[in-house]
């Protein structure tokens, strides 16, 4: 299984960055998948999640209604897009899945930095 993050990056507040997670090793569509941060000094906190069938979404309370996780079956890919961002979003973002009974799967991370 790997999972390769990509599309972090400095963004202002207010700011946009659309996330993307490939995914490989394991049948894709029939997995949850799901989006972690980490700031500095800050336990790891879950953002969002996306089901592996009707894409039912969950979201953390600080992310709810600002950013949108979806997913691309044909290209074995999960997106988080992240509108209206705030220096508090600044943090590494993670890509995560478990494949199986306790099998869990991390990406590297992508460094989502929010500030003027």
């Known amino acids: 299984v790997h999972l390769v993050e990509s599309g972090g990056g400095l963004v202002q507040p207010g700011g946009s960055l659309r996330l993307s997670c490939a995914a490989s090793?394991?049948?894709?569509?029939?997995?949850?998948m799901t989006w972690y941060r980490q700031a500095p000094g800050k336990e790891r906190e879950l953002v969002a999640t996306?089901?592996?069938?009707?894409?039912?979404?969950y979201y953390s309370d600080s992310v709810k209604g600002r950013f949108t996780i979806s997913r691309d079956n044909a290209k074995n890919t999960v997106y988080l897009q992240m509108n209206s961002l705030k220096p508090e979003d600044t943090a590494v973002y993670l890509c995560?899945?478990?494949?199986?009974?306790?099998?869990?799967?991390w990406g590297q991370g992508t460094q989502v930095t929010v500030s003027s």
């Open positions: 090793g394991f049948t894709f569509s029939s997995y949850g």
């Open positions: 996306i089901s592996p069938i009707r894409d039912r979404t």
């Open positions: 995560y899945a478990r494949v199986g009974v306790g099998n869990d799967y």
